[in-house]
């Protein structure tokens, strides 16, 4: 089954500064990746996604890349501010194969001022 | 947009008593629903995949006979945690293939259930 690596699993950066998480995955069929920032107790939130047919999206600060070839895709925030502080996770899944939706293992992100 | 209502988001029960978790699909109908569980500082670990209609597919590991999981209806799935001990105590969560962000791509999530097992 699908496998997703993170890392790192903390990132510590001033704010202003970029962030790149990295993650990579394992099954070469796998066609969604989404990343999610999640506070704590809450539920996950969806902050940008990427479909295999795309290498690139970007939304305001936040912007995700996906090489299919290396199986890894990447999310990068710039311009970090204090709010952006919390824990994110990659996720890849065969959406339309029953889409399981496996996480990678997160990563704790602190801005400090 | 697409809404999975969970309940309850916080329950404290006794070691050896049994919890049920509802996961109601509010405006979509959810033939499929994923159960997960997410321990102190962990990733979100995929427990087992409800069908409506249909046995759930359990992930390896998991214990189909403690992780009771009931998918009867399109807009209901349920998880009992049966003779539940301290070690179960975590936080659950399901999710739903649904009308997400990116053009009907996307997974609702419902809120999740915070179980205390004293």
């Known amino acids: 089954g699908e496998n997703v690596e993170q890392h790192p699993s903390t990132l510590s950066v001033q704010e202003g500064d970029s962030a790149v998480i990295k993650c990579t995955y394992s099954?070469?069929?796998?066609?969604?990746f989404p990343w999610y920032k999640q506070e704590l107790g809450k539920r996950p939130q969806l902050i940008i996604d990427?479909?295999?047919?795309?290498g690139e999206k970007k939304d305001q600060r936040i912007a995700v890349t996906l090489n299919k070839t290396a199986k890894h895709f990447s999310l990068h925030i710039t311009e970090t501010q204090p709010e952006d502080s919390a824990v994110y996770f990659c996720?890849?899944?065969?959406?339309?194969?029953?889409?399981?939706?496996?996480f990678g293992q997160g990563t704790e992100l602190s801005v400090k001022p | 947009g697409a809404v999975v209502s969970q309940h309850p988001s916080r329950v404290i029960c006794k070691s050896g008593t049994s919890v049920k978790i509802e996961c109601r699909s509010l405006?979509?109908?959810?033939?499929?629903m994923f159960w997960y569980r997410q321990f102190p500082k962990q990733s979100l670990m995929l427990m087992a995949t409800?069908?409506?209609?249909?046995?759930?597919?359990?992930e390896q590991g998991v214990e189909k006979d403690k992780f009771l999981i009931n998918h009867a209806s399109l807009t209901l799935s349920t998880l009992t945690v049966t003779s539940a001990h301290p070690e179960d105590s975590s936080f659950y969560i399901c999710?739903?293939?649904?009308?997400?962000?990116?053009?009907?791509?996307?997974?609702?999530f419902g809120s999740g259930t915070r179980l205390t097992v004293v």
């Open positions: 996720a890849a899944s065969i959406y339309n194969q029953g889409g399981k939706l496996i």
């Open positions: 405006d979509f109908q959810a033939t499929t």
């Open positions: 409800s069908n409506e209609g249909s046995k759930a597919t359990y």
């Open positions: 990427i479909r295999s047919n795309v």
């Open positions: 999710s739903a293939p649904g009308t997400g962000a990116t053009l009907g791509y996307g997974y609702t």
């Open positions: 099954d070469s069929a796998s066609n969604y």
